[in-house]
C-alpha cells in the first residue's frame, strides 16, 4: 500500500498529491507548519502542537483551517490511512489560493491544508543517539520572528546543508554575540561544567520548541538544575555534554562541534537519560 497524502478535504495518492501554482505558501512562504512525533500511530505532545500552532496562525492572521477536534481527526485518519507506527506527521497550513499580490487577498479566501505521514525507522534512531551527532555552527541569518512557525525556511535549509557538506547532523545558528540561538530544524541544549542544564530562553529570537518545553517538565521532576540562558560554541565544547531537541530528532546527544569533541566526545549519561525519559513520557501521553 502506497503513501497517502491530505489535500484540502481529500486523501490523495501521495504522487498525486498537488496544491495550485498561486497557493500563497508556495509563492511567499505565507504558511505554517507543524511537525507531530508518532509512537505507536499516536500523536506526541499534541496538545503543545496545536497550542503553537494556533498561535503561528493566530500571529498572521490566517484562520484556523477547521476546529482543534476535527483537525485531530483528520490527523489521526492521515495516520491510519499510511499505517505507520512510529514516524511524524507533517501538516501545513497556508492562507491559501489567490491571484498573486504580496498583500493578504481581499475577501475571504480558505486556508489551504496539506498533511503527509511519513514512518521513521525507531531502531536507526536509537543506534544514531547512542553514537551521538555533529554540529556545525552558522551565522544567524533568520528574520526577527522565529518564534512563527513559518514555512519560511530557506536559511534553515542552507544551514542544513552546510552541516550536510561537512559530515554533521545539524547546524547550530550563533547570534551577533557570539550565542547559539537554536538549530535550524531543533533546540540546542548543554550540561555545562556545573553540571546545570542550559538552553537559550524563549525571548530570544528561537522557536518556542514543544519537545523543548515538555523536557522542561521532565528535567523539574528529575530534580535536575536547569538556566533558561544563552551559551555561545566555545561553552559547549567546554560543557560536559551537549545534545538538541525536536520533533524529528526527540532527544540527540551532539558530540562534536565545529569538529571539537563536546566533553569525552560521546554521549554522556544527561542526554542518554533524558531522551529515554522524554521518550516514556511522550509514549505515555500520545493520543
Ligand atoms: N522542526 N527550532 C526550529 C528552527 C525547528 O524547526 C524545530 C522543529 C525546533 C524544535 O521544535 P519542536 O520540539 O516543537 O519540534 C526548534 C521540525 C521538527 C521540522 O522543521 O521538521
Redesign the pocket.
Known sequence: MGRIAYVNGRFVPHGEAVVHIEDRGYQLADAV???W?LFDGRLA?AE??FA?LERSLSELSIPMPMSRRALTIVLKEAVRRNRVRDG?V?LQVSRGVAPRDHAFPAGEVRPAVVITVKAVDRAAAEARAAKGVSVVTTPENRWGR?DI?TVG?LP?ALAKQKAREAGAAEAWFVDELGFVT??????AWIVDGEGRLRTRDTNAN?????????LLDVIREEGLQVDERPFTPDEAVAAQEAFI?????LVLPVVAVDGRPVGKGEPGPVATRLRRLYIERARATAI
Open positions: 507548519y507543524e511537525v512525533a505532545d503543545g502542537h503553537r511524524l507533517y522565529c512557525k525556511l534553515n537554536e538549530g535550524a530544524s531543533s533546540n528561537i522557536l518556542r520548541g514543544v519537545t523543548r518545553l515538555t531537541t525536536g520533533a524529528g530528532t
